[in-house]
């Protein structure tokens, strides 16, 4: 909106009349429906008037009455003791504004009065000039004016995309002095503790008010690096038709409507008319909806991230504006990379519903369920259909699933569970080795996409990614520990070894020495485990497995499963002797093939001290932590694997837990495109499945 310091400026200005013939006019009818409009939306218009003696303009504000006619009735906004006031003025013009066009009325007074003033409108008006870009009244936004430690607080007055005005206060000792106008400031727009926008910007305009003051700031920045850039940036899609966007204005508080041009996982551009643009680079829009053609719609949070101008065939201004995803609930991210996972491939779904029996049939003919792992799960058949039913039929928050199917043949399957705070399992890859050589990397492909475009969204709760696989399975092997060893930095992406087993249970009483115990873990333990792991390996999997002081006692996800109705239980045990530290153990309980090789469901130990720990007093340790089990047969994960060696502990096979750091991605997506060239594909084709 144009200010009322402008318009001022401009009733003051004794040389308007002779410039006439360079103004647009504007006919009476347009006129009277200008004038309704502004009644419509509330708005004032600005009444100027001279001094009969000194020649000073006296501008007023005054709202306009419905117009039916050639005559227009207004309302002061402020009419105590104007009547009196106004004996010592002359009417002089009218100034009005919808935000972009300044309109000046040349025109006689009918009648006058403490209530309000009417006129006669006349044929024609004039338009004074056209902003580039219209500004927009603001309320209620705080603003924070910082300029070298000096703090001036005030309110958002109006805006555009191209400049904005703020109107502060100088609070004793501060003087106006302390601004530097050749200076650049930091701005800090917001609504209550919500920040709208920060950034740099250059004072263009100030008035001289001593205990308030008006600046008009022109933001310098076009462009506003959310995250870290990345070099493997999310797909963008162009959609037909092409959703909306709608969103309520984070500084006016007005509807906004907008056509998407691009779509993808991570943001979305739109493009807007430069005279009307209202996207300001930097700005966080709280709550925007993505509608769709059905009127389907995607809730999300989201910041202008760059706004570009350019110029179409026909000559006319228009910006094209990016947007960057703040967040965005797990549902939502489901949905949304189910529409682009199929636009860019029809044959490939996200969190869609599984016709089961299909699944489980694809799973045995794929392999995937072979018979050594079906010995150890036909037993519990019953309880691992019905969990896979709550996980593909209720599609919960913690767990996504990804099939690549044709003709309503599944070909392809990878899933990603939630299993600790800030960490996503990705297990259950399996793919037909008959009917479509390409499965396995589709699908492959659809997880690492997903984890690209979301992981860094808060509700995404995603630090790392894991992996647990056999180190003789040759495609895991390949993609795991070729990046692990290519990336050549344990802090970004990790693989420890695991000796796995089963414990069976025994009825036995069983008793430790009175040298030991095993007791409820402390913050102390989990720092020399800490010390421990740095040690002997350090990669990630301590952090990865909230195994850090600062996630003892964490149970919200435990809470999360149970409001899902699943199960999650996590038990943090210490082995002391004499006091000191000899292994740390990790319970996980799970529903019952939430992985199929109860890798959820088993007990992690890790030995610090393999010199003085016979395995007969870590025995005794699993027969007392069995107790927490239904099963005869405990899944057992132990680290080192030198310790089985060393006590002659006989295991069934070596399980790697791959970490990535998700600070580390670029380095992931660029060893997987060197990786998989077409002809490497060709060689991996028939090869899936783990975990």
């Known amino acids: 909106m144009i200010s009322l310091q402008e318009i001022t400026q401009l009733a003051q200005n004794t040389n308007l009349d002779n410039q006439l013939e360079d103004w647009k006019k504007v006919s009476r009818k347009h006129l009277i429906n200008i004038l309704n409009y502004l009644n419509f939306q509330a708005c004032t218009i600005l009444i100027n008037f001279k001094h009969l003696k000194y020649n000073n303009t006296l501008s007023l504000q005054a709202r306009p009455l419905p117009c039916l006619g050639d005559s227009l009735n207004c309302l002061w906004v402020e009419p105590q003791g104007l009547k009196q006031k106004l004996n010592s003025y002359k009417f002089l013009d009218i100034f009005l504004t ?79 002095y302390w601004i530097n106008p050749e200076y650049q400031v930091y701005i800090i727009l917001k609504n209550g503790q919500d920040v709208l926008y920060s950034g740099k910007c250059r004072i263009t305009r100030q008035t001289c008010g001593q205990k308030t003051r008006s600046f008009i700031l022109e933001p310098l920045n076009h462009q506003t690096y959310r995250f870290k850039p990345k070099k493997y940036r999310s797909s963008r899609h162009k959609l037909t038709p092409s959703p909306n966007i709608i969103f309520r204005h984070p500084f006016t508080q007005e509807m906004v409507n907008l056509e998407v041009g691009d779509l993808a996982g991570s943001g979305l551009s739109v493009e807007e008319y430069q005279d009307d643009s209202i996207l300001l680079p930097g700005m966080i829009i709280p709550e925007l909806f993505i509608e769709f053609a059905d009127g389907f719609k995607i809730k999300c949070m989201a910041q202008v991230v760059y706004r570009n101008t350019s110029r179409t065939r026909d000559d006319v201004m228009y910006v094209k504006c990016g947007m960057a995803f703040l967040d965005m609930d797990i549902q939502a991210q489901g949905r949304l990379s189910g529409i682009l996972h199929h636009v860019a491939n029809k044959m490939t779904y996200v969190c869609n519903w599984v016709d089961l029996d299909a699944l489980w049939k694809f799973f045995f003919e794929a392999g995937f369920v072979y018979p050594g792992k079906y010995a150890l799960i036909h037993t519990n058949k019953e309880k691992f259909k019905e969990t896979y039913e709550r996980l593909y039929i209720q599609n919960p928050n913690i767990a996504r699933h990804f099939i690549y199917q044709s003709k309503g043949i599944i070909h392809g399957h990878i899933s990603i569970i939630r299993f600790y705070e800030n960490t996503w399992m990705i297990h259950h890859h399996a793919a037909s080795r008959l009917s479509d050589s390409r499965a396995g990397l589709v699908v492959l492909n659809q997880v690492e996409r997903y984890i690209n475009d979301f992981h860094r969204l808060y509700s995404t709760r995603m630090n790392f990614v894991i992996c647990y696989f056999r180190p003789d399975n040759r495609f895991p092997h390949r993609v795991f520990g070729g990046v692990t060893e290519s990336m050549n930095d344990p802090k970004g992406s990790s693989i420890d070894p695991f000796a796995y087993f089963h414990y069976r249970k025994n009825s036995d009483r069983v008793e430790i020495p009175e040298s030991c115990a095993l007791v409820k873990a402390e913050p102390e333990d989990l720092v020399e485990l800490e010390s421990f792991y740095k040690y002997k390996s350090g990669g990630l999997m301590t952090h990865a497995l909230d195994l850090e002081p600062g996630m003892l006692g964490s149970d919200e996800l435990s809470k999360e499963y149970q409001r899902l109705g699943f199960q999650r239980e996590r038990h943090l045990f210490s082995l002391k002797k004499d006091g000191i530290l000899k292994a740390f153990i990790m319970v996980n309980v799970s529903d019952t093939g939430l992985n199929m090789s109860d890798l959820t469901n088993c007990i992690h130990v890790i030995v610090l001290d393999s010199d003085d720990l016979p395995y007969t007093i870590l025995n005794s340790s699993l027969c007392m932590l069995s107790r927490y089990y239904e099963q005869d047969e405990v899944p057992v994960l132990l680290y080192p694997v030198s310790y089985t060696e060393s006590q002659s502990i006989a295991y069934e096979k070596i399980y790697n837990l791959w970490v990535l750091n998700m600070q580390h991605t670029d380095q992931y997506f660029k060893f997987m495109e060197d990786l998989f060239s077409r002809t490497q594909k060709d060689r991996f084709k028939n090869s899936a499945g783990f975990g």
Request: net charge positive; with cysteine; charged share 25%.
């Open 98 to 176: 919808d935000g972009q066009r300044l309109i000046r009325i040349k025109t006689d007074v009918k009648a006058i009065s403490e209530e309000g003033i009417s006129f006669t409108l006349p044929e024609i008006c004039y338009e004074l000039g056209h902003r580039k870009v219209k500004r927009h009244a603001c309320k209620g936004i705080q603003v924070d004016f910082i300029q070298n430690g000096a703090l001036f607080r005030g309110y958002l007055l109006d805006f555009s995309a191209a400049s904005f005005c703020v109107e502060v206060s100088a609070v004793p000792p501060q003087t106006f």
